[in-house]
């Protein structure tokens, strides 16, 4: 079995008395694009720093291409750690154009290999004809897109992205995430993204930290994160769901108030266990042919879709997506079964 590219092993640090990252754990295997995702002060950044070596843990053991970068004894410089790093600002030189900022880490080639790997770079952004450009003359996507060739540009083991998309518009963040994520695995580099958008996060990543108070919630697939949540956190975090309460039947049966959901439950829960369960939008139909009804209570349109808020009773709601061409009233009834096909459930 091969060794993972980058080994976490049991990375605490803290400032006095507060930990900021508490016994982190993880690994990633060569090529793959990971991302510590969290709200601000969780630990995601501190981490980040940590790996690349700006931050020095108080405990654990740091490891790429199974060479120690960090543990009790050793301490490898950041300048030695062979990563790219990717920032919030992108930290372009602005006296440098383009070409120049691309080329600043091949000091190592020759001028012609390094013009070429410019080339390269440039051709594979889509920014070839922007090279005698400066960067104030450059839209912030295009800056971002330069910064991510400069940083690729010597080949790093590792490449760190810190909330590399947070300054730009809200539409082009998830589109630019999901054509850097191409880029990366085009030229086969082992990254971690930081963000606090779980839409960045599942258009990059194979892999998925969910920080909390500084420590590791779930590390999973995106698809794993968002179907099978291991906590209570992560289920409220990622997506938009809601628990409702529930009682188990048998292993295979949920009584709730929307009705009866099949599926496998928790060996460790017993029958008449009072539960949570988490319903995603995507959990519940329209079928206007249903006879269980609930109250529109809010309503928004998305284009393609209309996202419902229905009241199930007076301190629950839940939510229902629909293509845009069921447009019902608001205080409207709409019918809805359930087709739950991810059994999420925890004990009350």
Known sequence: MTKPLLQLNDISLSYGAHAVIQEIDLELQEGEIGCLLGSSGCGKTTLLRSIAGFEIPDQGQIKIRNNIMNNNLIKIPPEQRNIGMVFQDFALFPHLNVNKNVAFGLSHLSKKAAAQRVNELLEMIGLAELGHKYPHQLSGGQQQRIALARALAPKPDLLLLDEPFSSLDVELREQLATEVGKIIKHEGITAILVTHDQHEAFAMADKVGLL???????????????H?????????????????????????????????????????????????????????????????????????????????????????????????????????????????????VFKQ
Request: aromatic content about 6%; hydrophobic content about 35%.
């Open 212 to 226: 909390h108070n500084g420590k590791m919630i779930q590390w999973d697939t995106p698809y794993n994160l968002y």
């Open 228 to 344: 099978q949540p291991s906590t209570h956190y992560a289920a409220n975090f990622i997506g938009q769901g809601v628990m409702i309460p529930g009682k188990i039947l048998d292993h295979q049966t949920i009584k709730t108030e929307l009705g009866i959901i099949h599926g496998k439950t928790p060996d460790s829960l017993q029958e008449n266990s009072s539960v949570d369960v988490l319903i995603r939008p995507d959990d519940i139909i329209h079928d206007d042919n249903s006879q269980h009804q609930l109250e529109i209570i809010d309503k928004v349109f998305r284009g393609a879709e209309f996202l419902y808020t229905l009241k199930v009773n007076e301190y629950t709601n839940v939510l229902c997506i629909t293509p845009s061409h069921h447009n019902h009233p608001l205080n409207s009834l709409l019918g809805i079964t359930l087709d739950v096909t991810h059994v999420v």
